[in-house]
């Protein structure tokens, strides 16, 4: 090959590599295409303080390892009394934060009654990608006690 013809692959070959350089910055932060959580986990069910229904306008929180991810306003069902459906988000594995559930996660729930008033639920559900879950969920009343002690 002679002189005129390997300064023409040259730059053809600078001419390329201008592009493909161009082409990637035009990309920006590849992070962004990563792939998104997995689908959440939904609990839903019953909602009770002792054996009676709770205030509308209640919420349900829900918790993983003490750190709150979602909630949900109670609703009221003319067969169910008041009830809740909480979709519990799937935790990003490519980040190092916690943001939701991994499968076999514990969540705990906590009531928030207008007024203030919060209660921890008895009931604790297991996080599972994708899955639904009926979890009826129930607090005692302050000073009754579901089981006595028979001393």
Avoid: C
């Avoid at 990637?24 to 990563?34: E, I, K, R, V």
């Avoid at 019953?46 to 205030?55: F, L, T």
């Avoid at 921890?120 to 006690?145: C, D, F, I, K």
């Amino acid at each position: 090959m002679d002189k005129d013809g390997k300064n023409s692959v040259m730059k053809r070959y600078r001419w390329l590599m201008g592009i493909l350089l161009i082409a990637l910055s035009l990309m920006g932060d590849l992070s962004a295409y990563a792939a998104p959580p997995g689908l959440p986990a939904v609990f839903y069910g019953s909602v009770k303080v002792g054996e009676g229904n709770i205030p509308l306008g209640s919420v349900v929180h829900a918790y993983i390892d003490g750190v709150g991810f979602d909630q949900a306003t109670v609703q009221q069902d003319p067969g169910q009394g008041t009830v809740y459906v909480l979709n519990v988000r799937a935790d990003d594995p490519d980040t190092p934060e916690k943001e939701g559930g991994r499968d076999g996660d514990v969540v705990t729930f906590r009531l928030e009654m207008p007024g203030g008033e919060t209660r921890h639920m008895v009931q604790r559900g297991v996080w599972y990608s994708g899955e639904a879950m009926l979890l009826n969920l129930t607090s005692y009343q302050p000073g009754r006690r579901k089981f006595h002690s028979t001393q």
